[in-house]
Every structure is written in C-alpha cells, then in structure tokens.
C-alpha cells in the first residue's frame, strides 16, 4: 500500500504579488523551493492562514532569493497580497519508506527569507 504523507512546506509564507492573466499556477523564489524539495511542476496545496481557505495548483520557479510568492491565475482571487500561507508539497511513500521518514519544513521571514529549516 502506498500512503500520501506530507513531504514538505514552506511555513509562513507571505503573498508578494498576484498575476491574474497568468494561466495558472504559483511562483515560488527558487532558492526557497531547493530548500523545500519542491520541483518546478510539482502539484501543491497552499493553505490562507488570513482565511483557512485551500487549494491546489502547481508550482512555477521565480527568481531565486527574490522572496516572491506570487499567486498566479484563478489563485490570484483567493489570496491578497500580505495574507500568509503554507505550501504543503505531499509525496507517495511505502510502508518502509515511511519509517525512517522526515517531513521538511522550511520556516521563512515576512520577507520570505529562510530562518530555519527542521
């Protein structure tokens, strides 16, 4: 049996612009998706904290150590510049996988500049 478990996140992000004629998508700095083990590509779920809200799209890398967090197309409605997120990247593990599993978690700044990573 295979298991979703969350695989990584970027904690307390904050949201620096919003791009609605954009396709789809959200814009992550790069240097912040090296850190979270997050591809270009890669299906996310992105949780308001401002709102509790959630949704899922796919990640585009923007410019590394730029900060950005850009909420791309229809996700340009459903978060204003400011409001906080997380960025939940999930990952198919096996039972044995799981075991010596640990989900990264990359805390960042209201500048979404990495503090830790644990």
Same mark, same amino acid.
């Given at each position: 049996?295979?298991?979703?478990?969350?695989k990584s996140k970027i904690h307390n992000a904050t949201?620096?612009?919003?791009?609605?004629?954009?396709?789809?998508?959200?814009?992550?700095?790069?240097?912040?998706? =090296?850190?979270?083990?997050?591809? =270009?590509? =890669?299906? %996310?779920?992105? %949780? *308001?904290?401002?709102?509790?809200?959630?949704? =899922?799209?796919? +990640?585009?890398?923007?410019?590394?150590?730029?900060?950005?967090?850009?909420? *791309?197309?229809?996700?340009?409605?459903?978060?204003?510049?400011?409001? &906080?997120?997380?960025?939940?990247?999930?990952?198919?593990?096996?039972?044995?996988?799981?075991? &010596?599993?640990?989900?990264?978690?990359?805390? +960042?700044?209201?500048? &979404?500049?990495?503090?830790?990573?644990?």
């Amino acid at each position: 049996m295979l298991r979703i478990i969350c695989k990584s996140k970027i904690h307390n992000a904050t949201v620096t612009d919003a791009n609605l004629r954009y396709s789809g998508s959200i814009t992550i700095d790069k240097k912040l998706l =090296e850190n979270a083990d997050i591809v =270009e590509g =890669e299906k %996310v779920q992105i %949780v *308001n904290i401002n709102n509790g809200s959630r949704i =899922e799209t796919y +990640v585009l890398a923007g410019k590394a150590s730029s900060g950005t967090i850009c909420m *791309n197309g229809a996700a340009a409605r459903w978060a204003q510049i400011g409001d &906080n997120i997380i960025i939940i990247s999930y990952g198919l593990f096996t039972e044995n996988e799981i075991k &010596n599993f640990k989900t990264k978690i990359v805390h +960042v700044d209201k500048k &979404n500049r990495l503090t830790k990573i644990k």
